[in-house]
């Protein structure tokens, strides 16, 4: 059974900076192409950023509003996935969920698994 | 940049009735094409993808339809488990976009 369980959210002032966690079970993790998908409250689904297998060079792509702020890595040694936030603005908050990826195309991917999401609050 | 409007917002359907949720893209998506159910306090679960492919586990009561710029997620019996949100996702071209999602309620 595939598991994916974020942590490492929590209430951090703007300007401040979180490390989040996905720790990933029941398939080859490092087979696998991650995401990281979020949801302001009361909100829609909002794609962040991905990260490609190893064997597939490894390469990250973020959404506009986070990109140079928010780094995605991985360990594959510990089926770890990463999500860096450096920079964080108010309208980062948003419940953030880890997500396995399906590379339907070239540059087109959808989302089949998903983790239950880590709650992260930007405030002063 | 592509944009996917979802209608309409909330859907009120009584318990055994169908429910039918729209979805339209600002240009072609082809049949690249996935809807999401979201019930309260849960993550999001992948009902569909290739516009019309049930994903594993899916109860066939689930079906989606379309191609090009509009398509349809029809849930043929309502259950008391299916009141929840439903998104849809492109992924004909980046960045994946989500729609804003329809929320099916109890009439």
Known sequence: EVQLVESGGGLVKPGGSLRLSCAASGFTFSNAWMSWVRQAPGKGLEWVGRIKSKTDGGTTDYAAPVKGRFTISRDDSKNTLYLQMNSLKTEDTAVYYCTTVVAARPGGYYFDYWGQGTLVTVSS | ?107
């Not at chain 2, 909330?10 to 429910?19: C, I, Q």
């Not at chain 2, 993550?43 to 993808?49: E, K, Q, S």
């Not at chain 2, 594993?56 to 398509?71: D, L, N, V, Y």
Request: positive net charge.
């Open chain 2, 1 to 107: 940049e592509i944009v996917m409007t979802q209608s309409p917002a909330t859907l009120s359907v009584s318990p055994g009735e169908r429910a039918t949720l729209s979805c339209r893209a600002s240009q072609s998506v082809s049949s690249n094409l996935a809807w999401y159910q979201q019930k309260p306090g849960q993550a999001p679960r992948l009902l569909i993808y290739g516009a019309s492919t049930r994903a594993t586990g899916i109860p066939a009561r689930f079906s989606g339809s379309g191609s090009g710029t509009e398509f349809t997620l029809t849930i043929s019996s309502l259950q008391s488990e299916d009141f929840a949100v439903y998104y849809c996702q492109q992924y004909n071209n980046w960045p994946p976009l989500f729609g804003g999602g329809t929320k099916v309620e109890i009439k």
